[in-house]
């Protein structure tokens, strides 16, 4: 069974910074691409960022509205995904969710809150 | 960035309505259109990828189709467990955009 787990989440100040990481089960790791999605609370989705697989150099792609401050990193040998958030804003609270990439996006972890305050 | 719109934002049905939802891209994205569901306090769950191939253990009720521009996510009968936002999300081109979303309630 695929599972997506992710932790670190919790409460920042504007400007600070946090790293969450995603714990992946169930399948091969280092195959898929994977993704980080947010949703901040009570409003729609929003892709954050993307990390290929080893195959394609584990390049990354990011949102324009995070992109120069968050970063994506993988380890497959510990089947962990994280994503780096530095200089945090008040927009970015939200529930990040670590996402497969395969089919659009199949499997979804339970997401984790970002809590940004000013 | 290619916008991503929905329609309608919201839509009250009945157990065992047909419903459409569709969705509308601001540019061609060929087949690469993904539709999410979500429920309150939970995270969204994959339904339809590429348009309109169903997603492992998803039930035949839920169809999608379209190409292009024009996409459409279809329940044939609405079950009580399929109250929930539907979202579209296209993933052609980075960044990855998604509608803003279908809230579809029990009439």
């Known amino acids: 069974e695929v599972q997506l787990v992710e932790s670190g989440g919790g409460l920042v100040q504007s400007g600070g910074s946090l790293r969450l990481s995603c714990a992946a089960s169930g399948f091969t790791f280092s195959d898929y691409y994977m993704d980080w999605v947010r949703q901040a609370p009570g409003k729609g989705l929003e892709w954050v960022g993307r990390i290929r697989n080893k195959a394609n150099s584990h390049t990354t792609e990011y949102a324009a509205s995070v992109k120069g401050r968050f970063t994506i990193s993988r380890d497959d040998s510990q089947n962990s995904l994280f994503l780096q958030m530095n200089t945090l804003k008040t927009a970015d609270t939200a529930v990040y969710y670590c996402?497969?990439?395969?089919?659009?996006?199949?499997?979804w972890g339970q997401g984790t809150l970002v809590t940004v305050s000013s | 960035d290619i916008q991503m719109t929905q329609s309608p934002s919201s839509l009250s049905a009945s157990v065992g309505d047909r419903v459409s939802i569709t969705c509308r891209a601001s540019?061609?994205?060929?087949?690469?259109l993904h539709w999410i569901q979500q429920k309150p306090g939970k995270a969204p769950k994959s339904v339809i990828y590429d348009a309109s191939s169903l997603q492992t253990g998803v039930p035949s009720r839920f169809s999608g189709s379209g190409s292009g521009t024009d996409f459409t996510l279809t329940i044939s009968s609405l079950q009580p467990e399929d109250f929930a936002t539907y979202y579209c999300?296209?993933?052609?081109?980075?960044?990855?955009?998604f509608g803003q979303g279908t809230k579809l309630e029990i009439k």
């Open positions: 540019q061609g994205i060929r087949n690469n």
């Open positions: 996402v497969r990439g395969n089919r659009g996006f199949d499997y």
């Open positions: 999300q296209h993933y052609a081109t980075y960044p990855y955009t």
